[in-house]
């Protein structure tokens, strides 16, 4: 685990809500590719993401190829019954035909991506090889997935040779549309493959070079370049493509909002950034994870219809005078009838310390659920807050970020908090010290820590918490236990290191009602 780039954090969180858009699949992870190759794992249910550098032209236009890819990716997620690997000729034809398989089915739903396939389409044509720097077997196979998907090659190919991609092309236009009509699937597709592989004399293991589809950032294209390019494209897929606006697709109109905001929040990000400055403070970096597994949305809802009200800042109270009464009330026979609108509001800044020491393995699934329940709520109540954990990473002592308090809660939160194993003991005093220069800083109303067990060094522990105390930071503490009994004997323990306020709890579900009690006590 390294710190993370904003960028690509941002992305991820983008990347991963498309895609389970898309593909109807709610625990899919997505992460970036160390490749020059997007690939779905379907197994898995894993994607991974050519980096948006990888791409050429300015922000924008990296920015609709990889949205686009994410499509495509998230099309086979859906539609695709495996994925072979392009390695190797059966492969690498399989895999073609299923992209226009799925690229048909897709469109049917969203046809609002039929000015960025084509966008795409150009480009891939743009940078497809020259036939001529293809060599051996390999060029017959490229000259097929030029020809099937452009109706067009670039570069020259022996007369045999293009009569034998001809054909197979025109069966694989064949299979496809049959495909289409039959509802066939994947596996159909596939016992087809060795027909087409027998036209064009090729060997299904045959390995195939990685025909990079982009040659990189450096290549240049003109505009001129681009249109006519664009003109071949939608010659060879006007059979395939509703109709469309070409000054749209060259403008990416369709899009172009969405890029703005999203450039408008990166400037915000880039200026508040996730920083590591402090030694030991690290950021959980890995994007393959299913925070899905974390959520608990029953619970997630339930908190903020029981404390919505603190949403708009006003709560209804029952006195024995108001401003107006309550039938139901007196009917019920309460001796205060009558009701009063309050104003409430939190102001209050939070720092939140997570305990992930090892004693919390066997249930850290659950007090994740219920750690991410209360960040949820925290955010819907706009409430500034910051959630830090710890635990021993190859016998160090590591302080994770998860939320820094300039940062809203988004899915990246979710992410590094799921991938944050309980393991260790509990270091609090060394934690403690880790934070101390960014809470002197930071100045927050409250500093909550939630723990399962005593600290390893007590003196050093209550010396720390009584050097936060002396720069105006309220010290709070939950103890979190396996029952009644040993949550309270915890939290007492929790009391004599010096915390102003402490508080127990067995039901790990109850944690955000304890954390938002406390808030609502200021």
């Given at each position: 685990?390294?710190s993370?780039e904003?960028q690509?954090?941002t992305?991820?969180?983008?990347?991963t809500?498309?895609?389970?858009?898309?593909?109807?699949?709610e625990?899919?992870?997505?992460e970036?590719?160390?490749?020059?190759?997007?690939e779905?794992?379907?197994k898995?249910?894993?994607?991974?993401?050519?980096?948006?550098e990888?791409?050429?032209?300015?922000?924008?236009?990296?920015y609709?190829?990889?949205?686009?890819?994410?499509?495509y990716?998230?099309?086979?997620?859906?539609?695709?019954?495996?994925i072979?690997?392009n390695?190797?000729?059966?492969?690498f034809?399989l895999?073609?035909?299923?992209?226009?398989?799925?690229?048909?089915?897709?469109i049917?739903t969203?046809?609002?991506?039929?000015?960025?396939?084509?966008?795409?389409?150009?480009?891939?044509?743009?940078?497809?090889?020259?036939l001529?720097?293809?060599?051996g077997?390999?060029?017959?196979?490229?000259?097929?997935?030029?020809?099937?998907?452009?109706?067009?090659i670039?570069?020259?190919?022996?007369?045999?040779?293009?009569?034998k991609?001809?054909?197979a092309?025109?069966l694989?236009?064949?299979i496809?549309?049959?495909?289409?009509?039959?509802?066939h699937?994947?596996?159909?597709?596939?016992?087809?493959?060795p027909?087409?592989?027998?036209?064009?004399?090729?060997?299904?293991l045959?390995?195939?070079?990685l025909?990079?589809?982009?040659?990189?950032?450096?290549?240049?294209?003109?505009?001129?370049?681009?249109?006519?390019?664009?003109?071949?494209v939608?010659?060879s897929?006007k059979?395939?493509?509703?109709?469309?606006?070409?000054?749209?697709?060259?403008?990416?109109?369709?899009?172009?909002?969405?890029f703005?905001?999203i450039?408008?929040?990166?400037k915000?990000?880039?200026?508040?950034?996730?920083?590591t400055?402090?030694?030991?403070?690290q950021?959980?970096?890995?994007?393959n994870?299913?925070?899905?597994?974390?959520?608990?949305?029953d619970l997630?809802?339930?908190?903020k219809?029981?404390?919505?009200e603190?949403?708009?800042?006003?709560?209804?109270?029952?006195f024995?005078?108001?401003?107006?009464?309550?039938?139901?009330?007196?009917?019920?026979?309460?001796?205060?009838?009558?009701v009063?609108?309050?104003k409430?509001?939190?102001?209050?800044?939070?720092?939140?310390?997570?305990?992930h020491?090892?004693s919390?393995?066997d249930?850290?699934?659950?007090?994740?659920?219920?750690?991410?329940?209360?960040?949820?709520v925290?955010?819907?109540l706009?409430?500034?807050?910051s959630?830090?954990?710890?635990n021993?990473?190859?016998?160090q002592?590591?302080c994770?970020?998860?939320?820094?308090?300039?940062?809203?809660?988004?899915?990246?939160c979710?992410?590094r908090?799921?991938?944050?194993?309980?393991?260790?003991?509990?270091?609090?005093?060394?934690?403690?010290d880790?934070?101390?220069p960014?809470l002197?800083?930071?100045?927050?109303?409250?500093?909550?820590?939630?723990?399962?067990?005593?600290?390893?060094?007590?003196?050093a522990?209550?010396s720390m918490?009584?050097?936060?105390?002396?720069?105006g930071i309220?010290?709070?503490?939950?103890?979190?236990?396996?029952?009644?009994?040993?949550?309270?004997?915890?939290?007492?323990?929790l009391?004599?290191?010096g915390f102003?306020?402490?508080l127990?709890?067995?039901?790990?579900r109850?944690?955000?009602?304890k954390?938002?009690?406390?808030?609502?006590d200021?």
């Amino acid at each position: 685990m390294q710190s993370l780039e904003l960028q690509n954090d941002t992305l991820i969180d983008i990347a991963t809500f498309l895609t389970r858009r898309w593909s109807g699949k709610e625990n899919v992870t997505v992460e970036f590719s160390k490749i020059k190759q997007s690939e779905t794992r379907l197994k898995e249910k894993r994607i991974l993401l050519m980096p948006n550098e990888n791409y050429y032209g300015d922000d924008f236009q990296k920015y609709r190829q990889f949205r686009t890819s994410i499509w495509y990716e998230s099309m086979r997620l859906k539609y695709c019954e495996k994925i072979l690997s392009n390695d190797h000729a059966f492969g690498f034809i399989l895999n073609a035909i299923e992209t226009r398989r799925i690229e048909l089915l897709g469109i049917k739903t969203w046809k609002g991506m039929v000015e960025e396939l084509i966008f795409n389409y150009t480009n891939m044509w743009l940078s497809r090889s020259n036939l001529g720097s293809v060599f051996g077997k390999a060029r017959v196979v490229e000259a097929f997935y030029q020809y099937f998907l452009f109706d067009d090659i670039k570069g020259e190919i022996q007369p045999n040779q293009f009569n034998k991609v001809s054909k197979a092309v025109e069966l694989a236009k064949h299979i496809l549309n049959e495909a289409m009509e039959q509802e066939h699937d994947t596996a159909w597709i596939e016992s087809r493959i060795p027909e087409i592989l027998k036209i064009l004399d090729l060997d299904a293991l045959i390995s195939i070079p990685l025909s990079v589809p982009l040659k990189g950032p450096g290549l240049a294209i003109t505009p001129n370049d681009f249109a006519k390019a664009m003109k071949q494209v939608t010659k060879s897929r006007k059979d395939d493509f509703s109709k469309f606006d070409s000054k749209n697709v060259l403008e990416g109109k369709t899009v172009l909002d969405e890029f703005k905001i999203i450039k408008t929040e990166n400037k915000k990000n880039e200026k508040k950034g996730l920083s590591t400055k402090s030694i030991g403070i690290q950021i959980p970096d890995q994007s393959n994870v299913d925070e899905t597994i974390i959520y608990d949305q029953d619970l997630i809802n339930n908190l903020k219809a029981k404390f919505k009200e603190w949403k708009t800042g006003w709560k209804e109270y029952h006195f024995f005078v108001g401003d107006e009464f309550d039938n139901e009330s007196y009917l019920e026979g309460y001796d205060r009838p009558f009701v009063t609108d309050i104003k409430k509001s939190i102001n209050t800044r939070i720092v939140i310390l997570l305990d992930h020491s090892s004693s919390i393995a066997d249930q850290q699934v659950d007090y994740k659920k219920a750690t991410l329940a209360l960040c949820e709520v925290l955010a819907f109540l706009k409430i500034k807050f910051s959630v830090y954990a710890f635990n021993t990473t190859e016998r160090q002592v590591m302080c994770w970020l998860v939320k820094p308090d300039n940062l809203k809660w988004n899915n990246s939160c979710a992410k590094r908090l799921a991938q944050i194993p309980a393991n260790g003991g509990t270091p609090l005093a060394e934690v403690y010290d880790k934070l101390y220069p960014i809470l002197n800083s930071k100045k927050p109303d409250i500093f909550l820590t939630l723990s399962d067990g005593e600290p390893s060094d007590a003196f050093a522990a209550r010396s720390m918490v009584k050097s936060f105390k002396s720069i105006g930071i309220r010290m709070v503490a939950i103890g979190v236990g396996r029952d009644t009994r040993n949550a309270t004997i915890i939290a007492t323990n929790l009391k004599y290191l010096g915390f102003e306020r402490t508080l127990g709890v067995s039901r790990l579900r109850d944690i955000p009602n304890k954390v938002l009690n406390v808030l609502s006590d200021r």
